[in-house]
């Protein structure tokens, strides 16, 4: 897909009228909430914590299924081929911004899918194994510059996986990038020294950080996490380039109406307002700031243009 395609997409996509007349039969069934990532990560707690609210609002179950591979791939596809404006998909932002970068020849049409609202705001992180015994980033890079190819990552997809190999470029380190399907996989693997480096979300690293067998160097947000306050962020670590969030976002299909799109919008922002849910998302670290179809247009642009800037120096 050529560049200019994709962002007259995101130009159009959500530029909808704006109505005061809500479809109120909607929803007729249990509703759908499609997640590309495995439990545990933070579009999946999102997703839940959302969906137990939703349903007592709404009258009607709201069912997550995780369908995690492939970048996102095997999800947005499944979601697509569905149909059903009974389904709803909540994923990183990268489905739409990193997927039709990388991909020359991505299996669906990024144009197919509306943004609907920026759910929270995830923090993403990059641990290494505590076998390196290696606890900053600065040793990290030592290491690995002392022993070319010798050391192993691997990231989630979305923006983790352009954060890595930038990171590494930066640093002027060569290690081995492996893939994991099933994530948890590699989180075990991390635990047991058999992965040194992982890019993932901060609430999925959090379990193996507590029982002391990794150590997060860095987090790519702008501010340090509550959760880890003692960890710097990438500009304090010396790595600005690749300050980047891990926005979780909210899509329809860009068949469903835009008065509903609108409608779903309100009925999300309205159960992130809930002091119970603000306070459990952030516990884990996630900070709620739900909001309208243009705001997740912004932030899906911004994230794409420093993407693109990020790639520019890479192979």
Same mark, same amino acid.
């Given at each position: 897909?050529?560049?200019?395609?994709?962002?007259?997409?995101?130009?159009?996509?959500?530029?909808?009228?704006?109505?005061?007349?809500?479809?109120?039969?909607? %929803?007729?069934?249990?509703?759908?909430?499609?997640?590309?990532?495995?439990?545990?990560?933070?579009?999946?707690?999102?997703?839940?914590?959302?969906?137990?609210?939703?349903?007592?609002?709404?009258?009607?179950?709201?069912?997550?299924?995780?369908?995690?591979?492939?970048?996102?791939?095997?999800?947005?596809?499944?979601?697509?081929?569905?149909?059903?404006?009974?389904?709803?998909?909540?994923?990183?932002?990268?489905?739409?911004?990193?997927? %039709?970068?990388?991909?020359?020849?991505?299996?669906?049409?990024?144009?197919?899918?509306?943004?609907?609202?920026?759910?929270?705001?995830?923090?993403?992180?990059?641990?290494?194994?505590?076998?390196?015994?290696?606890?900053?980033?600065?040793?990290?890079?030592?290491?690995?510059?002392?022993?070319?190819?010798?050391?192993?990552?691997?990231?989630?997809?979305?923006?983790?996986?352009?954060?890595?190999?930038?990171?590494?470029?930066?640093?002027?380190?060569?290690?081995?990038?492996?893939?994991?399907?099933?994530?948890?996989?590699?989180?075990?693997?991390?635990?047991?020294?058999?992965?040194?480096?992982?890019?993932?979300?901060?609430?999925?690293?959090?379990?193996?950080?507590?029982?002391?067998?990794?150590?997060?160097?860095?987090?790519?947000?702008?501010?340090?996490?509550?959760?880890?306050?003692?960890?710097?962020?990438?500009?304090?670590?010396?790595?600005?380039?690749?300050?980047?969030?891990?926005?979780?976002?909210?899509?329809?299909?860009?068949?469903?109406?835009?008065?509903?799109?609108?409608?779903?919008?309100?009925?999300?922002?309205?159960?992130?307002?809930?002091?119970?849910?603000?306070?459990?998302?952030?516990?884990?670290?996630?900070?709620?700031?739900?909001?309208?179809?243009?705001?997740?247009?912004?932030?899906?642009?911004?994230?794409?243009?420093?993407?693109?800037?990020?790639?520019?120096?890479?192979?």
């Amino acid at each position: 897909m050529k560049r200019r395609e994709f962002v007259a997409f995101l130009g159009a996509a959500v530029s909808w009228p704006r109505t005061t007349a809500a479809q109120g039969n909607w %929803p007729r069934r249990p509703v759908r909430i499609i997640i590309p990532l495995p439990a545990g990560s933070a579009v999946d707690l999102t997703s839940r914590l959302f969906a137990d609210r939703l349903s007592q609002k709404w009258g009607q179950g709201v069912v997550v299924e995780n369908r995690q591979g492939a970048d996102g791939i095997v999800a947005v596809t499944s979601f697509l081929t569905a149909r059903d404006d009974h389904q709803l998909l909540v994923s990183f932002g990268g489905v739409v911004t990193v997927n %039709p970068i990388l991909n020359k020849s991505l299996q669906y049409d990024p144009k197919e899918l509306a943004p609907i609202s920026v759910l929270v705001d995830n923090f993403l992180g990059i641990a290494a194994s505590s076998e390196l015994n290696a606890p900053t980033m600065a040793e990290v890079v030592k290491l690995a510059r002392a022993a070319p190819g010798k050391y192993i990552w691997a990231a989630t997809p979305g923006q983790t996986a352009v954060i890595m190999p930038a990171l590494l470029k930066l640093a002027n380190v060569d290690m081995l990038r492996v893939s994991y399907t099933n994530f948890t996989v590699a989180l075990q693997d991390l635990a047991q020294g058999r992965l040194h480096l992982v890019a993932t979300s901060l609430p999925a690293l959090i379990p193996v950080v507590t029982a002391g067998k990794a150590k997060v160097l860095l987090v790519t947000n702008q501010v340090r996490s509550p959760q880890v306050p003692d960890v710097p962020t990438a500009n304090e670590a010396g790595y600005p380039q690749i300050g980047l969030p891990g926005s979780v976002v909210l899509f329809a299909s860009k068949e469903m109406s835009a008065e509903l799109r609108d409608r779903i919008a309100m009925d999300f922002a309205e159960v992130a307002r809930l002091p119970e849910l603000v306070t459990r998302m952030e516990a884990m670290g996630l900070s709620v700031r739900a909001g309208t179809p243009s705001d997740a247009l912004a932030e899906l642009n911004d994230q794409r243009s420093k993407i693109e800037a990020l790639l520019k120096p890479l192979p």
